[in-house]
């Protein structure tokens, strides 16, 4: 439990801190202990006044206050934590971390710190995409820092795209999974989500409706455990979970790469409706009308099956290799040979006849199909799927079953 754990909370100067605000009562609520440090920045956007009284504790700003340094120096500051949480984390501060600059309390506390440090970047979305925040974000992330967020959305300068602060709820998931040591801390998850897409030419291709939502979940799910999760999405209309690394590819080849790259795995989720065919004679150049209008022919090839290469890994393989099944009868037959087919430990079963209301809808009736037998379980929301699916993963990779 989280209870009782300690956490430096660097606002920097973002309109994003006054979310901190909220996060320090989150915080607290949890009987987590919050100490604050305000940038001069930070401090343009929440009053001292206000951190402390919510934080019950003293708001440390100055690197050269006298009092400061009688009472509490930088080092014991940034030591006396279990967690370094910097939100909002504005381009500047993460400028100033990568380059190993000290030149205020914020960066000093994050240069002496030997406790993991997450943080929440906040800023526009040029300032975001600008390959210099790119650049150190990777840097950082290289070197072991977290990072939460940032949304997409509406920014605070009126402009629309990624770099909205996370949500605190989010932030508040991914400081879980760095302070409780989770279930699955120390694990490595493999998901993968959402549809493929098959170029027919550089413009046009084939691909499926697949939302990515239970792919997604199961990621969010398992990373929410303290699982290091790496999800390979698709291209979908959701937003990247928070707390797990996500990679984006676009056909089938591409997304099997991807998979074989993030091994080692203790554990792979395959959830994505991967197109079983791909065009194998896509052409470089866009397709123009043929005079007289002949319509051009598309030849189709199978696409590789990830969830049975991943299966087939020899001493590479996951542990526990699980996939999904879509079945409109004999939902339980159909699922059990696709297991063996497949060569993988657990299917997932869903039942998409159309008296289910599965297609589109948030809820999933499903059966879990494991060597010991087929368990039906009730219907229930996508979302809790994922979350039971990600716990039955804890009882198999923890308890051995
Ligand atoms: N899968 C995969 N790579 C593929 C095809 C499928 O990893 N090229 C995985 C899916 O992610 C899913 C499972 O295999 O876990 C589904 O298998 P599939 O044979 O596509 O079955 P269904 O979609 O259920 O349909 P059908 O049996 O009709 O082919």
């Not at 920097?12 to 607290?28: C, H, N, Q, T, V």
């Not at 290091?228 to 590819?249: M, W, Y």
């Not at 591409?254 to 065919?277: K, N, R, S, T």
Request: glycine share 10%.
């Amino acid at each position: 439990m989280a209870e009782g754990r300690r956490i430096l909370l660097i606002i920097s100067g973002g309109i994003a801190a006054y979310k901190s605000l909220d996060l320090i009562r989150r915080l607290k609520e949890r009987g987590i202990a919050v100490r604050c440090i305000l940038t001069a920045g930070g401090a343009q956007f929440v009053t001292p006044l206000t951190v402390a009284a919510l934080s019950g504790d003293k708001v440390y700003q100055e690197l050269f206050s006298l009092t400061d340094e009688a009472e509490m120096g930088h080092i014991r500051l940034s030591r006396e934590a279990d967690l370094v949480v910097v939100a909002p984390a504005t381009a500047n501060i993460l400028a100033k971390m990568a380059a190993g600059i000290a030149d205020d309390l914020a960066s000093t506390a994050l240069l002496a710190t030997d406790k993991p440090v997450l943080v929440a970047p906040a800023m526009n979305s040029m300032m975001w995409g600008h390959a210099a925040t790119q650049a150190n974000l990777a840097t950082l992330e290289a070197r072991g820092v977290r990072r939460v967020g940032p949304a997409s959305g509406e920014l605070a300068c009126g402009e629309i795209g990624p770099g909205r602060m996370a949500e605190v709820p989010d932030i508040l998931a991914a400081i879980d999974s760095l302070l409780d040591a989770g279930p699955l801390k120390g694990v490595r998850a493999l998901v993968t989500s959402g549809p493929t897409l098959e170029p027919i030419d550089p413009v046009r291709f084939i691909s499926n409706r697949s939302s990515g939502k239970q792919g997604h979940a199961i990621a969010a799910a398992l990373a929410r455990l303290g699982a290091e999760v790496t999800l390979i999405s698709g291209p979908v209309r959701l937003a990247d979970p928070a707390g797990v690394k996500t990679i984006h590819v676009e056909s089938g080849r591409e997304m099997l790469g991807a998979a074989i790259a993030a091994l080692p795995a203790d554990v792979a989720v395959c959830a994505a409706a991967v197109a079983d065919w791909t065009v194998s004679n896509a052409s470089k150049q866009k397709q123009k009308k043929q005079p007289g209008g002949a319509a051009p022919a598309i030849e189709l090839a199978l696409n590789p099956d990830i969830l049975t290469t991943l299966s087939e890994q020899g001493p590479a393989r996951p542990r526990l290799v699980v996939g999904f099944a879509a079945e409109t009868e004999t939902v339980v037959e159909h699922a059990r040979a696709k297991r063996q087919r497949k060569g993988c430990d657990w299917i997932v079963a869903n039942d998409v006849s159309p008296a289910t209301g599965t297609f589109g809808g948030d809820f999933n009736t499903v059966h879990l199909i494991t060597a010991a037998g087929d368990e039906p379980w009730p219907r229930i929301a996508k979302a809790d799927v994922a979350e039971r699916l990600a716990w039955r993963i804890v009882d198999a990779l923890k308890g051995g079953g």
